[in-house]
């Protein structure tokens, strides 16, 4: 690990500020991941900033009937509060589905959304990977890619997001509050937060430099059954091969959503629409122009046996 200086900060305001005038500098909290990626010198900031003493630790109800996650509430926090398990399922399931259980007790719902993927050429300071360093290439290309991307890839990159807690959150429909250097607040849809790898793979999300993740903020709930069933190679502590995060209606109607299959939470307005026609249905509009490796062709037909398990499972109740 390299060298690196440290500050504490006393806003977000002030958070923000600071890593905007800093060159090279991160915000850390649970630092589950970016203490790993700097152990390996995939990350190399020259300042930490230590938002860990900023009051966004608070899981608070909305006036428009929702609630207002803080960016440093703990996973194991939101995955347990009553609200969420009660009227947010989706969510509580896809959070306990991920990690173990200690992570879950230092990692935050802020950093859960900037998780970088866990691609093995990104890891492999050895290997060229676009996500890494730009313009160098992408080793998974004609390389071992049995567990990439299958939609929304590009020729520069076929990495997947590997968050359980942005599937829930995007089938949920959250919104992404934030402070920018200036103090200036804004909200980005939970759609629009996470970025395809076009031709920047290294750019994963819409926050600008030094813009701090200050909460995110769940609408009124949805209703219906709510399920998270998470494909893997075994059982705890893996990521997910596919992941499907489903919330179906009495009347058959819903929304679904995909992980494990793209560089973002997959989702798709055509699929919602679906729901009513089957898991057939939903299955060929989530599915329409993937294109996956001869060692990640088995995904298209997971998907599709993954989601008749769970809209069967939501019928019944």
């Avoid at 055509?270 to 060929?284: F, K, L, N, T």
């Amino acid at each position: 690990m390299r060298a690196f200086t440290y500050q504490r900060a006393q806003s977000p305001a002030e958070a923000a500020a600071a890593a905007a005038r800093t060159p090279g500098a991160r915000f850390i909290a649970g630092g589950t991941n970016l203490l790993d990626l700097m152990k390996l010198e995939i990350e190399t900031p020259q300042h930490l900033i230590d938002v860990n003493g900023l009051a966004l630790d608070k899981i608070e109800a909305t006036s428009g009937g929702g609630l207002r996650v803080g960016a440093l509430v703990r996973n194991t926090d939101l995955a347990a509060d009553a609200r969420v398990r009660k009227d947010y399922a989706v969510l509580s399931r896809a959070l306990l589905a991920g990690a173990s259980a200690q992570l879950r007790n230092k990692a935050t719902t802020g950093g859960n959304l900037l998780q970088r993927t866990r691609c093995p050429y990104f890891y492999d300071t050895n290997q060229p990977c676009n996500k890494r360093q730009p313009g160098s290439g992408c080793s998974a290309i004609g390389g071992y890619s049995r567990n990439h991307a299958i939609l929304g890839a590009s020729e520069a990159c076929i990495a997947t997001n590997p968050s359980d807690m942005a599937v829930a959150m995007a089938l949920l429909d959250a919104t992404v509050e934030t402070v920018k250097p200036d103090g200036a607040t804004r909200t980005i849809p939970i759609a629009d937060f996470h970025r395809l790898p076009g031709n920047t793979p290294h750019i994963e999300h819409a926050l600008a430099q030094g813009e701090l993740i200050t909460a995110v903020t769940l609408p009124r709930p949805a209703g219906g059954v709510h399920i998270y069933r998470k494909v893997r190679d075994r059982s705890s502590y893996a990521f997910a091969l596919i992941s499907v995060a489903a919330i179906v209606l009495p009347d058959g109607s819903g929304r679904v959503a995909l992980g494990g299959v793209a560089h973002k939470p997959w989702r798709t307005p055509a699929a919602d629409a679906s729901m009513v026609h089957g898991p057939q249905a939903v299955a060929e509009r989530l599915l329409v122009g993937a294109k996956p490796s001869a060692e990640s062709a088995f995904k298209v037909s997971l998907v599709q046996r993954a989601l008749v398990s769970v809209l069967s499972e939501a019928k019944k109740g």
